[in-house]
């Protein structure tokens, strides 16, 4: 489907707006398996998941036609596996920059990339890239943010909602077409080899950063304080002078929700 809601030069342009799927991702997964011709930037929607996927095979629950929930085809070939991270890093750029406009700089990315207000889940994001060789051929970044929802499930009691935040529903498609701008100026800038602003932005929007916090991992329950992320997007916490890193679900933050 053709549209022009959509300002930006390639993400979006080509949008597909399912009612009902698996999941967006597995969706062009096997699109790509069938060797579909799909143009990068495309987007593919849902009104409703019956099988949506988080991060570590955790399942992703939404509230059929009130979320965004989505994936968007990109080919970043320019960047070798051992660059992904910096992928995840411009995608969390795009979705901040464009949920600050709408909800202030209480929008942070919790490491790697989950997308936080204050203390709660906003959303969260998915990449699944494709490798051809060292390169990445395909990346596949499905994006399920809160928007219309206004009662969770008590199985995610830190979830919140653009709703919850503002007290009024609001456009999806143009939050869509918002976020699609951002992620799109944000990968161009990946891809003409301008990272450091990105890795910039994503630090100074980092939940928890510079602040000493308490958190688990090895069944230990430490404070210590974030202060970077390295590279190959280890995150890098300082604990009584130490600096240690940590992979993902290597460490857990124990934040109000999260206790111990
Ligand atoms: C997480 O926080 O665990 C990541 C959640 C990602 C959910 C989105 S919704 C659109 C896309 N399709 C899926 O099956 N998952 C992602």
Not at 58 to 82: D, V
Not at 120 to 143: A, D, H, P, T, Y
Not at 242 to 258: D, M
Request: hydrophobic share 40%.
């Amino acid at each position: 489907m053709q549209n022009n809601t959509f300002s930006g030069l390639f993400v979006g342009q080509n949008l597909v707006i399912l009612t009902e799927v698996d999941s967006t991702n597995n969706f062009l997964k096997q699109s790509l398996a069938n060797s579909t011709p799909l143009t990068e930037g495309t987007v593919i929607m849902a009104e409703s998941q019956f099988a949506g996927r988080g991060q570590q095979q955790n399942r992703w629950h939404s509230e059929p036609g009130k979320n965004l929930t989505f994936s968007i085809l990109l080919k970043p070939s320019f960047l070798a596996i051992a660059q992904q991270f910096n992928l995840n890093v411009a995608i969390s750029v795009g979705i901040i920059k464009a949920l600050q406009k709408l909800l202030g700089h209480a929008v942070k990315t919790k490491w790697p990339n989950d997308i936080y207000f204050d203390d709660n889940k906003l959303g969260g994001v998915l990449i699944e890239n494709m490798v051809q060789g060292s390169q990445i051929k395909n990346s596949i970044i499905g994006i399920g943010l809160n928007v219309n929802q206004d009662v969770f499930s008590p199985d995610a009691p830190n979830a919140t909602s653009v709703k919850q935040i503002l007290h009024r529903d609001y456009d999806l498609k143009a939050l869509l077409a918002e976020i699609c701008g951002e992620i799109e100026a944000a990968y161009l800038m990946l891809r003409a080899g301008n990272f450091e602003p990105l890795k910039s932005f994503y630090l100074g929007n980092l939940y928890w950063l510079n602040q000493l916090r308490p958190f688990k991992a090895n069944d230990e329950v430490f404070n210590g304080t974030i202060e970077n992320v390295s590279p190959t997007g280890q995150i890098t916490v300082r604990v009584d002078g130490e600096l240690r890193l940590y992979n993902f679900k290597e460490i857990e933050f124990l934040n109000k929700h999260n206790t111990q």
